[in-house]
């Protein structure tokens, strides 16, 4: 069987000389293809230079950006210099009112600038704190973008023109250099040279987003109407963005808002506290300010841990300053205070007489983070504890100041122990110190509030008492609370319980809020409630027993000694009108003394009130509490004269050495004639007021007949029977800076 053999592949033998390619003509095509690569590789270089002069790497997104946060920067820098301004004059002022007081002069033209020099700063303050921020992070303008690409262009022109520059005088100073500038040519070219493609982009308004860089408090919900703002979306960093194997480190390390929320994250995993972020970081002239959030449980983590964080930052005592957010319950601001916070808080505006009402909120301090503190007192009844030494004293006159600034109301005081509103004492209608006057006085509102209660209906006032200078409102302040008698403290909780509404209000202070100071559990039954240096128990009876957890802290700070102010005037608070209650540190400003008198005086020249003619003639019909009344036996014998007495306004004035109502005549009689003359010898000297020494010599010389064997007491006495009270401070007179007597203008009104 024949086989059939598959055909083979013939392949062409090699010829002998095989043909080449030139020579010349290899050179040829290899400096083509390398001429090719040169000019793709000089596009390249071109269109990248091109580009990066032109910024064609930063789009519109983020040079919006970078405006917003050199926008930010800028304002905080302006910000920090303002109130370090604001500072520097503080502190000027402050020497030159001790120059002046060294020299016995109240003021001078240096004080009167410098007063002048801090209003326009502190106006300067306000403007920015309520137009600043929200300028610092407005999207940019067209205009604006424009200008930040055309200084960006410029900048990098300039870098590479100056680049090239400092290198030829390098090369000139150093020829070596030349040899180091061949491999980095090299690499520079190839890194030009590579091929460029342009990245696709969506167009789009720059804005479409709001971006990352504006602070959380002006990034608006979309899911809620009205563009309501979110607190602590801007976050810097969280804990999963730690490095494993980093320590804490103290807070003087840290510079950058993210080596802050770095330093903040790191103690926090150190002390197990729950910490999973810290957003909206600010650097103050006292530290830094962070909206932190916790992952499980409540802030009140760091409230238990504010100790041990302490440590960790390397901060004094309280320098850890929490508050939860009602708004998130899972977020707190965290303070981190290594200074005084309130430094550069702005001090006593100056409140003419008459130039408010009580229904106008007026400012008594400063929070923490800067905000101001203002109150207004209309109906108001407030409780305002402070251990000795916590500044209750300048916390009152601080809201005396404003209250006998007030052309529709009437300011009483009244302190069992101390000496309550001293330095107002001239724009204080009555000053109550002894039980008997104390007593009277809480009786004599607490008839009137039921006087006006039956009122309103008949002047048409609706369902609350509406002050005027004709029907003025009356404040009453009681300072030292617990001293009071007992039949003081039923009074004054019943007038609690019915003044509001006919605007006979009263604050009390104490030294303490639990009911071993105060007798009844009273606290939480204020509408209006402020702590300062306390103890905890006070914290929790008076703003209740989650209190501490929530972040009131009043027994955190501390009471002043003689030679160091520390904390005292700084408050908690709650039920301000028209203000939330927030767990935040304030510091109520206190006027010096001086001050206070002055403004006492102004305000006594202007005029002081009585009550309305309506609510005292009322009081003639109404019942008295059974437990201030007399009582008798069954044959009608007194079994019990009455603990007090219900007495008219003249004579509750005459009780309390205060000056009688305008109007009220004396008659004739050796207490007149001792006030006429009084008046007279003033003349004669051509002075306002006279110590009451001084005076009684005077009067001796005038009428030796009638004075010459009159001595101190005995002239007190005839001055108190023409109603001219005791004698009260003058403010300074020679070297003597606070001594007692009369006033002419004072002894006028009773002629």
């Known amino acids: 069987m024949a086989t059939e053999t598959e055909p083979v592949e013939q392949i062409p033998p090699m010829p002998t000389n095989p043909p080449t390619i030139p020579r010349k003509q290899r050179i040829g095509t290899v400096k083509l293809q390398a001429k090719a690569a040169y000019g793709e590789q000089k596009q390249n270089v071109r269109q990248r230079l091109a580009g990066w002069f032109a910024t064609a790497d930063i789009d519109d997104q983020k040079l919006a950006e970078q405006v917003v946060d050199s926008k930010r920067r800028q304002a905080q820098r302006q910000d920090d210099e303002l109130l370090r301004q604001v500072g520097r004059v503080n502190s000027r002022l402050a020497q030159a009112r001790i120059d002046a007081a060294r020299q016995g002069e109240e003021t001078s033209p240096q004080i009167e600038r410098l007063k002048g020099e801090l209003a326009a700063l502190q106006a300067r303050v306000e403007t920015r704190a309520a137009e600043g921020p929200a300028v610092a992070v407005m999207p940019p303008t067209n205009r604006e973008l424009d200008r930040a690409r055309w200084t960006k262009k410029a900048t990098r022109v300039a870098a590479v023109l100056a680049g090239g520059y400092g290198y030829l005088h390098g090369i000139a100073a150093e020829p070596a250099l030349l040899l180091l500038s061949i491999p980095a040519g090299g690499f520079g070219w190839w890194f030009l040279a590579r091929p460029h493609v342009e990245e696709a982009k969506e167009v789009g308004a720059p804005f479409g987003q709001a971006p990352v860089s504006l602070p959380a408090t002006f990034l608006a919900d979309p899911t809620q109407a009205g563009g309501a703002m979110s607190v602590g979306s801007h976050v810097v ?14 807070l003087r390390n840290v510079s950058t808002p993210q080596q802050l929320a770095e330093c903040v994250l790191l103690a926090a995993r150190a002390e197990s506290v729950p910490v999973v972020e810290v957003a909206d970081v600010q650097r103050q002239p006292w530290g830094w300010q962070c909206v932190v959030r916790v992952d499980e449980g409540t802030p009140e983590a760091i409230i238990a841990k504010a100790g041990d964080l302490e440590t960790k930052f390397d901060l004094p005592t309280n320098g850890v300053r929490p508050q939860p957010l009602r708004a998130r319950r899972a977020c707190a601001i965290l303070r981190l205070v290594d200074g005084n916070p309130f430094a550069t808080a702005p001090g006593l505006p100056y409140r003419a007489p008459k130039s408010l009402s009580i229904t106008d909120r007026f400012r008594i301090g400063t929070s923490v983070g800067g905000d101001p503190l203002e109150v207004s007192l209309a109906g108001v009844m407030g409780l305002w504890v402070a251990a000795s030494g916590g500044g209750k004293t300048g916390i009152l006159q601080a809201l005396g100041e404003g209250v006998t600034a007030c052309y529709d109301n009437i300011t009483i005081d009244c302190d069992p122990h101390g000496d309550g509103l001293e330095d107002l004492g001239d724009a204080v209608r009555i000053t109550a110190r002894s039980n008997e006057q104390i007593e009277a006085v809480l009786l004599f509102f607490l008839v009137m509030s039921k006087v006006r209660a ?55 202070a104490s030294q303490g809020g639990t009911t071993r100071y105060l007798g009844e559990n009273i606290a939480q039954m204020m509408a209006l409630k402020a702590v300062g240096p306390c103890k905890v128990g006070d914290t929790r009876a008076v703003f209740g027993d989650d209190s501490v957890r929530e972040g009131y802290l009043p027994h955190k700070l501390s009471p002043a000694t003689d030679t160091d102010p520390k904390d005292a005037g700084h408050i908690f608070i709650q039920g301000v009108p028209g203000m939330a209650d927030e767990p935040i540190e304030y510091a109520v400003h206190e006027a010096p003394s001086d001050v206070l008198r002055k403004l006492a005086a102004e305000r006594l020249d202007a005029g002081l009130l009585d009550p309305d003619q309506d609510s005292l003639d009322g009081m003639r019909s109404v019942d008295l509490p059974e437990y201030v009344e007399a009582e008798f036996d069954r044959n009608g014998e007194l079994k019990k004269p009455a603990p ?17 109502p305008a109007g009220s005549e004396l008659t004739d009689g050796p207490a007149r004639a001792a006030v006429e003359d009084s008046v007279a010898v003033m003349e004669k000297a051509g002075v306002d007021r006279m110590i009451t020494e001084p005076l009684l010599a005077a009067l001796q010389e005038y009428d030796p007949d009638v004075y010459g064997d009159m001595d101190a007491v005995e002239f007190k006495a005839l001055m108190k029977q023409a109603g001219a009270g005791s004698p009260i401070t003058l403010g300074p007179i020679g070297e003597e800076k606070n001594p007692r007597g009369f006033k002419r203008d004072r002894l006028r009104h009773l002629l």
Do not use: H
């Not at 007090?644 to 009688?660: F, G, K, M, N, Y």
């Open 237 to 250: 960093m969280n804990v999963e963005q730690l490095d494993g194997d980093a320590k804490p480190f103290p």
């Open 454 to 508: 039956r009122l309103r209906k008949k002047f048409g006032m609706g369902k609350k008492w509406r002050p005027s200078a004709e029907r003025p409102a009356v404040t009453i302040f009681i300072d030292e609370f617990p001293k009071l008698s007992d039949l003081g403290k039923l009074l004054a909780f019943d007038l609690m319980l019915v003044g509001r509404k006919e605007l006979i209000q009263v604050e009390y």
């Open 644 to 660: 007090v007495s219900l007495l008219t306004w003249e004579q509750l004035l005459r009780l309390c050495d205060a000056e009688p």
